[in-house]
Structures are given as structure tokens and as C-alpha cells.
T-cell receptor
Framework: GAVVSQHPSRVICKSGTSVKIECRSL??????MFWYRQFPKKSLMLMAT?????????EQGVEKDKFLINHASLTLSTLTVTSAHPEDSSFYIC??????????????FGAGTRLSVL | AQTVTQSQPEMSVQEAETVTLSCTYD???????LFWYKQPPSRQMILVIR??????QNATENRFSVNFQKAAKSFSLKISDSQLGDAAMYFC??????????????FGKGTLLTVNP
């Protein structure tokens, strides 16, 4: 079953509105989660690192005021796209590292959110 | 900064045959990990295989194996006995050693694999 849950899977919104995307680790705690953006037929680009209880770390070129990240608990990180515009339309994917029995951490990914801004 | 390069945008293979996907990377770090992820049409990212840089032995997971050449910074994926369900986009990914924010992945551009019946 899913290890990381991402909701919603698809959202269509009007230009100028805000959209919130949730990422939950289902049976483990994650002090760090990651948000990626993927354009059609392109690779995943890291947007930001979500840190539980502290500010997110944004990659160069990513507007922190546009993409608000909140990691208020050990199992939930949210990405809010504020004042969305058509150019924000994309596929957004979250991930969380889960510790395996050998101590290694494997990244598990949510199923992604397709955002369409009209 | 680390970079990951996949030079094959698309590959195709006949069902039951073997195919190799290429990946090279650039890093100055000595402690790191390499991964192959699969993204089928559902777009759910699935871990295929991983390799620790400190291990000389190539990783193997059933029909999937890697050829890790550390000096050449090469990390290719071999899929044996290809199945229709293997059709997907395959991403090579790099991760630094350590924890926390180091768990973030740097991805290559991907290789779209088609499996022909």
C-alpha cells in the first residue's frame, strides 16, 4: 500500500486563487520532506526541503512567497501555491525519507498532484 | 553541485530481451548513493534499485541489475527478460551521504522505455 499520501491528485483553479496540497507519511514520521515539480515529459526538479518545526529551505530560483510550505507535524507537510497563475500549472510531487530495517533511508513518493490554473 | 546525465531520451526493447539504460554523474563527494526510479504512466515514482558508493559489488534486484563504475562515474541499469510492465520513464538519481536535507535527490532527465510485444 501507499507509504506517502498526497492530496488532491488533481486540482483545477482560477487564476489568482490559492491551492493547498497535502503530503502525509502514513506509518512513519518524517522530520524532512521534499517537494518536486515536474513539467510534461521532463524530470523532477527539487523545489524545497520541508523541515518539521522550522522554515523550509528553497532551491535557487523558487519563490518562497509563491510556494508556501508548512511542516507542522511529523507526518504532514503542505505546499500552498499562492495567487496561482497559468504558468504555475504543473505536476507537483512530494517525498519523504523512511528508515528501513538496516538503517538506510529510502525516499518514498506521493502519487503527485496535477495543478491546472485557468 | 552534483549533476546526473541520462543521454538516452528514449529506448525500446522486445519483450523477453535485455536492455541497458545509461547514466553518468558528476560529484566531488566520496559518500553518496545512486538510485534508479521508475515512473509508469500513473506517474507514481517507484524505487527500482539502489547502490551505495562505498560498495564495490553491483546491486541486483531480481531482473534488474546495475553496472556501477565509480572511477568513471557511471551507473547503468540492466533490465533482463523485459516485460510489458517495465514500460515507463526511468530516472537515475543521486543522493549525498548523511541525513536530513541530504536525503534530497538530484534526478537525470529520464529515459522513456518502450517494451514491444
Amino acid at each position: 500500500g501507499a507509504v506517502v499520501s498526497q492530496h488532491p491528485s488533481r486540482v483545477i483553479c482560477k487564476s489568482g486563487t490559492s491551492v493547498k496540497i497535502e503530503c502525509r507519511s502514513l506509518d512513519f514520521q518524517a522530520t524532512t520532506m521534499f517537494w518536486y515539480r515536474q513539467f510534461p515529459k521532463k524530470s523532477l526538479m527539487l523545489m524545497a526541503t520541508s523541515n518539521e518545526g522550522s522554515k523550509a529551505t528553497y532551491e535557487q530560483g523558487v519563490e518562497k512567497d509563491k510556494f508556501l510550505i508548512n511542516h507542522a507535524s511529523l507526518t504532514l507537510s503542505t505546499l500552498t501555491v499562492t495567487s496561482a497563475h497559468p504558468e504555475d500549472s504543473s505536476f507537483y510531487i512530494c517525498s519523504a525519507p523512511r528508515r528501513t530495517g538496516t538503517g538506510f533511508h529510502i525516499q518514498y513518493f506521493g502519487a503527485g498532484t496535477r495543478l491546472s490554473v485557468l | 553541485a552534483q549533476t546526473v546525465t541520462q543521454s538516452q531520451p528514449e529506448m525500446s526493447v522486445q519483450e523477453a530481451e535485455t536492455v541497458t539504460l545509461s547514466c553518468t554523474y558528476d560529484t566531488s563527494e566520496s559518500d553518496y548513493y545512486l538510485f534508479w526510479y521508475k515512473q509508469p504512466p500513473s506517474r507514481q515514482m517507484i524505487l527500482v534499485i539502489r547502490q551505495e558508493a562505498y560498495k564495490q559489488q553491483n546491486a541486483t534486484e531480481n531482473r534488474f541489475s546495475v553496472n556501477f563504475q565509480k572511477a568513471a562515474k557511471s551507473f547503468s541499469l540492466k533490465i533482463s527478460d523485459s516485460q510489458l510492465g517495465d514500460a515507463a520513464m526511468y530516472f537515475c538519481a543521486y543522493r549525498s551521504g548523511g541525513g536530513g536535507s541530504n536525503y534530497k535527490l538530484t534526478f537525470g532527465k529520464g529515459t522513456l522505455l518502450t517494451v514491444n510485444p
